[in-house]
Each structure stands twice: as C-alpha cells, then as structure tokens.
C-alpha cells in the first residue's frame, strides 16, 4: 500500500491559520460570535479549501471537528444518555445476535426478546433492590452522625489512652488531639463516602424515573440491536473508500476492548450480586448496600479490592455488632474470593488478556484519570490507556522500522 506524504504546510498557510484564531478569539471575546458552534462552523469553512494543500491541515481539520464533537456531547449531558446506554449495550450483544442469526432467528426477534428481559430487569430492581438500597444507606448516615461519641467512649472504656501514655503521650493530651483531630476527620472521610454514593444512586434513579429516559432506551435499544449491523457495514464501507488505515485501527480496538467492557460489566453485576447475597447471608450489616458497592468497585484495578475491604471492615467496626470479628473475616473471605475467582480462573479464560498494560503504567493511568476525571475517570482509564500505547506501539515500529510498519493495523474486524 503506497502511502501518500502530505505537503509541509507553507508560509502563506501559517499566516492564515494564524489570522484565523485571532479572528476567531476577537469574535468570541467582543461577543460578536458568542456560539461555538458558528467558531467552528467558520474555521473549517476556511480551512477546507486548503485541505489538499497539506496533511497538517487535515490534522487540523480533524482535531476541530473532535473538539467540536466533544464539546456537543458535554454540552448534551443527560440528554445523550439513553442513547450511549442504548448503543453500548448493542455493540456488546451484536455477537451474541449475530450466533442467533445463524440459527435462523431473526435479529428483529432476538432484538425483542432481549428489550423485554432488559425491561424486567430494570423494574425488578427499581422495585425491589433500590428501596433497600436507599433505606440501608440513609441508616447508616444516622449511624455515623454518633460515631464520635460512641468512638470516644469505647476507646476511654478500653483505656487506650492510658496504654499510649506508657509511650511518653500525654493523657489528656492524647485524647484531646484524637478527639478534636482525627475522629472527626474519620466521620468527614466515612460520611463523604456514603454521600457520594447515596449522591451517585440518586442521579441514576432520577435519569431512571425521568418519563423521556424510560421510553427511550428500550425503544433505541430494540432499533439498534436491530440494525446494528447495517450501521456496522454502513461505516465500514465510507471508511473503506476514504481511510482503509482508521478502519484498521478501529477493527483492532473493538477487537481489544469488546470483551473487556463485556467482561467487566458482567462481572461487575456477579461480584455486587454474590457478595450481597453472602453478606445477607452472615448478617453484615447494610449487606446489599455494601455488596454493590463491591461491585461499582470491581472493574478498577488494584484500587477496586482494597476499597471494597476498607469500606466494609469501617461499616462494620461503626456498627460494632457482638460478633465484629467474626464478620470482618467473612467480609474478607468473600471479598478476596471473588477477586481472586474473577481474576486468576474466569478473566483469563473468558476475556484473555486483552489490553496488556504493564501494572506500573496501569496504576499510574488511575491516578491520572481519576484525578482528572473522578470515578468516571477510574473506570475509562484501563481501556482508554490501552488505546493509547497500541498507537504509541504503532508510532514505534513506524520510527524504529519503516519497512515493517504497513504490516501493523491491516487486520479489520469482519463482523
């Protein structure tokens, strides 16, 4: 495949790319043009006449239109949601429709009976399992607010105060310090934690309750599972005819992330339901609340296990019931179980390893985004990481072997 060098660009195109962020920030800033939209609209109307000239205007091109892109669905919001909801778990269930097809089942069937069981599903839990939710959560912020006394009492009976002054502490000293410091610090940190997720439930159950949101997902879904395939195709054969290379690398992510996202979705919802019906079943306290909790948890690396532990083990020390131990250890048992069945026996064999990400780069990927992004950020950071280094890999080869770097990226995912 012969690949075309695109013309450095010349003097007379800096100078109107130059000219055109200037117009562009004076329109924006004398409120002249206070939409994006017509900013955007205007720079690639200027810019597309000089589009053959050079591949940096291209570049340009595409990096506005992706910013353009970006900023429509911030902008959106909740308003997009039943469609990437709709779409996501399309692209998922194509293979699954794809098989059925095989057997003579037609897609539309087979795209029905799955609308219906996703309809179930989602009224089963909105009656059954959020009231428990909710109800577990707001009894455990009840809880918390007395933590400092009962706290303060407990350590004064134990005399612990008493044990750290054989250290050279200050009785009274100590135990003001802890009181004023770092009790409170302990009820802030616990009950931030709890708000975040009663915050976090309450924002799907009103995206859920809202009449629009309702309708629309089964209906989008139903269309799209549907048809999926012929969107599949449709883009397939525009890109074929202008950029076989896009194509390529776009076979080999969905090749790279489809099991991935399956697989933690999936997994996901076996980890949140095992560990709450096992915590019902040891009587730990707020069980459910705690064993969806593990797993929301579950799809982030390494921090996912920990967070689930430490979360449980504080519940349960706050409540202290009679057999606090006893129930720390089946906390830690199932916990530690399920990681280790979902990621040494079932992930390998089912997802395989898919995005190969050394744990050092994969650890300070999480950092990254989720101080960027929040939680949103530690879920993505895995797959959008992966994408990252395979065209970074892609880069390599390309710069330390030319003649090896058209063999990578020809593979294009056929389904």
Not at 201 to 229: I, R
Request: aromatic share 12%.
């Amino acid at each position: 495949m012969e690949i075309i060098q695109g013309k450095k660009p010349d003097n007379g195109i800096i100078a109107i790319i130059i000219s055109l962020i200037a117009l562009a920030v004076f329109l924006f800033d004398t409120k002249i043009v206070s939409n994006p939209l017509i900013l955007i609209l205007l720079s690639v109307i200027i810019l597309l006449p000089f589009r053959k000239e050079s591949q940096f205007i291209r570049r340009l091109i595409l990096i506005i239109s992706l910013i353009f892109i970006g900023w429509v669905i911030a902008d959106l919001g909740f308003a997009i949601l039943p469609f990437a909801i709709s779409f996501l778990i399309a692209y998922l269930l194509n293979p699954f429709i794809k098989k059925l097809k095989e057997r003579k089942i037609p897609r539309w069937l087979s795209a029905l009976v799955i609308d219906l069981l996703f309809i179930g599903i989602i009224t089963a839990v909105a009656v059954y399992i959020f009231p428990i939710i909710f109800s577990q959560l707001d009894d455990a912020l009840k809880k918390i607010s007395t933590l400092v006394t009962s706290v303060s009492k407990d350590l004064d009976e134990r005399s612990i105060y008493k044990f750290f002054s054989k250290f050279g502490f200050d009785k009274k000293t100590f135990r003001g310090i802890f009181q004023a410091e770092f009790i409170p610090r302990l009820e802030g940190i616990l009950s931030g934690i709890l708000h975040a997720f009663l915050e976090f439930l309450t924002n799907l159950s009103v995206v859920a309750t809202k009449l629009v949101n309702v309708v629309l997902v089964p209906v989008l879904l139903f269309y799209f599972l549907k048809d999926f395939q012929k969107i599949r195709d449709l883009v397939r054969k525009i890109l074929e005819q202008r950029n076989q290379k896009l194509l390529n690398d776009l076979g080999r992510i969905d090749i790279m992330l489809r099991k991935y996202i399956g697989w933690q979705i999936t997994a996901a919802i076996i980890v949140g339901t095992v560990c709450s019906v096992a915590f019902s079943i040891f009587n730990v306290p707020y069980s459910i609340v705690l064993g969806m909790m593990c797993g929301v948890l579950n799809p982030i690396p390494y921090i996912g296990l920990f967070a689930s532990m430490i979360i449980s083990i504080l519940t349960i020390l706050i409540v202290d019931p009679p057999n606090v131990f006893q129930l720390i250890l089946v906390v830690l048992i199932v916990i530690n179980s399920m990681h280790f069945i979902n990621a040494y026996l079932l992930e390998p064999n089912i997802a395989g390893k898919q995005v190969g990400l050394h744990p050092v780069i994969l650890i300070a990927s999480l950092f990254v985004f989720g101080g960027l992004f929040g939680f949103f950020g530690l879920i993505i950071a895995v797959p959008l990481t992966a994408t990252l280094m395979m065209f970074y890999r892609d880069w390599l080869v390309k710069y330390t072997n030319p003649d090896n770097s058209e063999k990578n990226g020809n593979y294009i995912n056929q389904e």
